[in-house]
């Protein structure tokens, strides 16, 4: 697994970028120039500025709000699947106690 780094180092590194940027005009130069500066995978970095671009709405995308949501409702629903399929072992199971055909 990957070094994890914190909001304020992101939002550094996302600084940088756009000041690099200005001087060298492409994404991928301005994130080599930084990534020697900071010590950061150049991946790493255009990944970051991507994903911030996308969640200040200046590129169409899912931005980091929506993924969350995304990923919240699916865990939701996976675990109401899971309760339903309670909820229906347990009709089949009292609906055979109740038939006196299944004794």
């Not at 970028?17 to 120039?33: D, F």
């Not at 150049?42 to 990944?47: H, I, S």
């Not at 500025?49 to 629903?77: C, F, H, M, P, W």
């Amino acid at each position: 697994m990957g070094k994890h780094y914190t909001s304020e180092e992101k939002n550094r590194a996302l600084r940088l970028i756009r000041e690099e940027l200005q001087e060298y005009g492409s994404v991928t130069k301005a994130c080599s120039a930084a990534s020697s500066r900071l010590g950061i995978s150049k991946d790493t970095l255009r990944g970051w500025y991507r994903r911030d671009e996308v969640d200040q709405g200046n590129k169409d995308g899912v931005s980091t709000v929506e993924r969350e949501e995304i990923r919240t409702l699916k865990a939701k629903v996976r675990r109401l699947e899971e309760d339903n399929e309670v909820l229906r072992r347990a009709a089949v199971f009292f609906a055979g106690e109740l038939d006196p055909r299944g004794r």
